[in-house]
């Protein structure tokens, strides 16, 4: 008899899954991929798109070059999982054995005023076009006696990045622009430590980066933004980048309360146990009320732990629990990069925080690892200029 095992999304947790099933399910294995999109987007790298759109085609992968000739691929958006079945938002409702759930995340708007409507967001490839086509606009309509404002709202991994593309496209174009990047709390990069708090910032002030920080966002409106404290901010072009909520689809699915995402033990199994959880959407717990981040790095490693979870539920063998490695930090600010805390094959690289091209090449490195693992090192390669 047929067991189906079917895994929800085409981001990392779901890409990655995908290429760690093909090589551990046996051939009385069925292996369905559904996605929103016919693509993989090396999201963390999306952020490039906001100063070049050319470089959407060397992160988008296809979901063709994926998977194999057997996995059946399904284009069609979840609206809702049920006890052995999955609801497309066109298609008929898609039977499973087993489930692995990997749809990503949505930007948490915290329940501020505005935030919902107002900015843009950076989840998809959508949105880094949107973000660019915006900018490029604003730019346009603005003169050096009135530049155009872009606000960038959250200072974690994400808002940095995207304010260092701005600024990038800014100054390559020579445009009047001014940069602002807001956050709540009183240093940027809020994970981290003083170290690489205070190198971000350097690189971002070098880059006519204007940070604000300890002062919450209290609303915002089509053209402005309001603080606890400080006075209003305008914008021509306002980017959002807090911090992660499960998808907003899933409402009939039990969800943790207060972040709206899957829960799921440290074997990545959740309530149900013919159902796994990994990536954004998920609350992986790793002990003492410690759960996994919802972070690129920590997709790639559940997503190969998920696949052979599946194959030892399958035949009903003691599942492997997962403990999260943190292999520290890459973050670019538009043509450079800092590094901190990062290991290479369980080595700690000598100096704990660095930058220029050593940090530029370990953070083109990583995605290209991850390009190669699910497709060649010979695509990895050809995306090495856009990374």
């Not at 559904?34 to 993989?40: E, G, I, L, R």
């Not at 935030?115 to 346009?140: C, F, G, N, W, Y």
């Not at 530029?360 to 490195?365: A, C, H, M, R, S």
């Amino acid at each position: 008899m047929t067991t189906r095992v079917v895994v929800l999304g085409a981001g990392y947790a779901g890409a990655g899954a995908i290429a760690g099933l093909e090589s551990e399910l046996g051939p009385d294995a069925e292996l369905v991929w559904v996605a929103d999109t016919d693509y993989h987007l090396v999201l963390h790298e999306a952020h490039r798109v906001i100063r070049d759109p050319g470089v959407q085609e060397k992160i988008t992968i296809p979901v063709e070059d994926i998977k194999s000739r057997t996995t059946e691929f399904i284009e069609d958006s979840v609206t809702d999982i049920d006890e052995r079945s999955v609801s497309l938002a066109d298609g008929d409702d898609v039977a499973y054995d087993y489930l692995v759930v990997g749809i990503g995340s949505e930007t948490a708007t915290y329940g501020i005023e505005g935030m919902a409507e107002h900015p843009l967001t950076l989840k998809s490839l959508d949105d880094a076009m949107e973000i660019h086509e915006q900018v490029r606009e604003a730019a346009q309509d603005a003169t050096r006696d009135d530049p155009a404002n872009v606000v960038i709202g959250g200072a974690g991994l994400s808002g940095i990045q995207s304010a260092g593309e701005v600024a990038e496209f800014r100054d390559r174009h020579n445009a009047p622009i001014d940069v602002t990047l807001v956050e709540a709390l009183p240093e940027i990069f809020p994970p981290g430590d003083s170290e690489i708090q205070g190198a971000l910032r350097h690189r971002l002030e070098d880059a006519g980066v204007t940070i604000l920080t300890d002062d919450p966002i209290t609303a915002a409106s089509e053209d402005a933004i309001e603080f606890d404290e400080r006075d209003s901010l305008d914008y021509d072009v306002f980017v959002w980048t807090g911090g992660v909520t499960g998808p907003s689809e899933l409402s009939d699915v039990e969800m943790d309360a207060e972040h709206n995402r899957l829960q799921a033990s440290s074997t990545l199994q959740a309530d149900d146990e013919r159902v796994f959880a990994v990536g954004d959407c998920s609350m992986i717990s790793q002990g003492n009320d410690d759960v996994a981040p919802p972070t690129a790095q920590a997709a790639w490693q559940a997503a190969d732990v998920v696949a052979r979870n599946v194959a030892r539920a399958m035949e009903g063998r003691p599942l492997e629990t997962w403990t999260y490695e943190d292999q520290g930090t890459l973050v670019s600010v538009g043509e450079t990069a800092i590094a901190h805390d990062v290991e290479m094959s369980g080595i700690a690289a000598p100096i704990r925080t660095f930058g220029n091209m050593p940090a530029k090449v370990l953070k083109k490195g990583a995605a290209a690892r991850w390009i190669a693992k699910i497709t060649s090192w010979s695509r990895a390669m050809k995306a090495w200029d856009a990374l």
